[in-house]
């Protein structure tokens, strides 16, 4: 009489013992995904924040260029300026002073061309660095791995297993249920 009692308790606790270890591992999958999606939260933020301070960098530098550009047409026009106010008070006139004045033009010219060139190359440094945050951020997303559900076919199998030795034990005679 005992023997049915404990062949039967015992399927029960494989079953419970494959239940309990379906729950654990459906529970760690969850806490690895959760960790996951934190991690992916924070590095889209960390990329957000980046984006924003490279974008007021970038600001900047246009903001630099344009004053830059103001303040040397302002000076070629001084010197202009004053290339004419001295021609013309030593009564110089004619293909030299137009020459003095366009040297000066061209010299505000190549200035300009110059900062246009500094100014297009800051620029492609900040948009490269923000292709390097972009990669980063997904560098740092990939680093956590996403769990997968567990599949309850291990479990189950492990179930019918135990509970199937533990009643197999009533059909054969003479077995013991130690």
């Known amino acids: 009489m005992c023997a049915p009692l404990l062949a039967v308790a015992g399927a029960a606790l494989s079953i419970a013992q494959g239940v309990a270890g379906f729950g654990a591992a459906q529970q760690q999958a969850d806490e690895q995904n959760a960790r996951y999606m934190a991690n992916a939260r924070e590095a ?19 903001t630099s260029a344009g004053q830059q ?53 800051n620029l492609a440094a900040i948009r490269s660095n923000m292709d390097d945050t972009r990669a980063s951020a997904q560098a740092r ?4 791995a996403r769990a997968e559900n567990p599949s309850p076919l291990p479990f189950i199998l492990q179930w019918m297993s135990g509970a199937a030795g533990s009643l197999g034990r009533l059909a054969i005679p003479g077995a013991s249920v130690a």
């Open 44 to 62: 889209q933020r960390a990329a957000v924040q980046s984006y924003a301070n490279q974008q007021i960098r970038a600001d900047q530098e246009r």
């Open 69 to 121: 550009l103001f303040q040397q047409n302002i000076e070629a026009l001084e010197k202009r300026g004053t290339a004419f106010a001295a021609a013309a008070e030593a009564g110089v006139s004619g293909l030299s002073v137009d020459s003095l004045t366009q040297t000066v033009s061209a010299q505000q010219g190549r200035r300009a061309d110059v900062l246009g060139q500094q100014l297009s190359a």
């Open 141 to 144: 997303i990939n680093s956590v």
